[in-house]
């Protein structure tokens, strides 16, 4: 999990998807010297303090696993995506597409039974001395949070800020929108509060299945006509490809997964 392109100014992916680079992610040291007189002409160094401001790298997401129903169709799909474009890689796992497919297994283990991301903010750089208000604030806004259905309908690409990677994802433009999009003004509320940057002005949730280096919209465009056309000849209840309810949001803060909402099934 990012201004992605195709009409997001864009996943990340990005679902699940690379974080954009952000400012101040390094620490800052700050060097004061004092110096005091010593015998003759010659001054010697007296004190040195370190000060350091440490920031941490924090994003917020859905946990999304795709049912088991829903796999065999997306199999199929990746299938076709892969014999189009080369190069395509299994997100965050980074396993060539194109070897996962030769054993069917194998692809649904290493790429369609993880857990996929749906980003509700910025990855952004966290001051340390704001993580326990941060987190806090954003239990407080999500406490009576409640079920709902989302659909990943429609097959999409994007590509991060800076060009270097293009996603193949799927996303959420009918069911369950309105809700991610109230989930999403919640979570930039608490960036503001922590003069944070927001989301993205026109936010399209969605989780990115795949990866390739560098800008190939063309290419991803052409292999989602092709996977569209062969979806559109099945029937009504073939061509929903994943359904799932909304049970839990997490924060992630250098490497440690926080929760902040989850509803018991």
């Not at 070897?99 to 910025?122: A, I, N, P, T, Y």
């Not at 280096?213 to 569209?228: F, N, T």
């Not at 997490?250 to 490497?255: I, R, S, T, Y």
Request: net charge positive; with cysteine; aromatic share 8%.
């Amino acid at each position: 999990m990012d201004t992605l392109m195709a009409n997001y100014a864009s996943d990340s992916d990005s679902d699940g998807g690379e974080p954009a680079p952000v400012p101040g992610g390094a620490p800052e040291i700050t060097r004061r010297w004092r110096r005091g007189a010593a015998s003759g002409a010659s001054r010697m160094l007296k004190a040195t303090t370190l000060y350091m401001s440490i920031s941490l790298v924090s994003f917020e997401y859905l946990r999304v696993v795709i049912p088991s129903d829903a796999r065999k169709q997306l199999a199929l799909a990746m299938k076709r995506a892969a014999s189009l474009v080369p190069g395509l890689y299994a997100i965050d796992a980074d396993y060539a597409l194109s070897e996962l497919c030769k054993d069917e297994q194998k692809l649904e283990k290493v790429l369609l039974s993880r857990e996929f991301h749906v980003s509700l903010g910025r990855p952004v750089a966290v001051q340390v001395h704001q993580i326990d208000s941060f987190i806090a604030m954003l239990r407080q806004k999500f406490q009576s949070q409640q079920r709902y259905w989302m659909e990943f309908n429609k097959w999409e690409h994007f590509v991060n800020d800076d060009c270097t990677r293009s996603f193949l994802s799927l996303e959420v433009t009918r069911t369950g929108l309105p809700e991610i999009s109230k989930q999403i003004l919640m979570v930039d509320e608490v960036y503001r509060l922590h003069g944070l940057p927001e989301f993205y002005k026109n936010p399209r949730p969605h989780i990115s299945l795949v990866w390739a280096l560098g800008d190939i919209s063309g290419k991803l465009k052409q292999a989602i006509k092709d996977i569209e056309k062969y979806q559109s000849s099945m029937s009504s209840l073939q061509k929903c490809i994943v359904q799932c309810k909304f049970s839990r949001i997490v924060c992630k803060v250098g490497k440690k997964v926080h929760d902040i909402c989850k509803i018991a099934d």
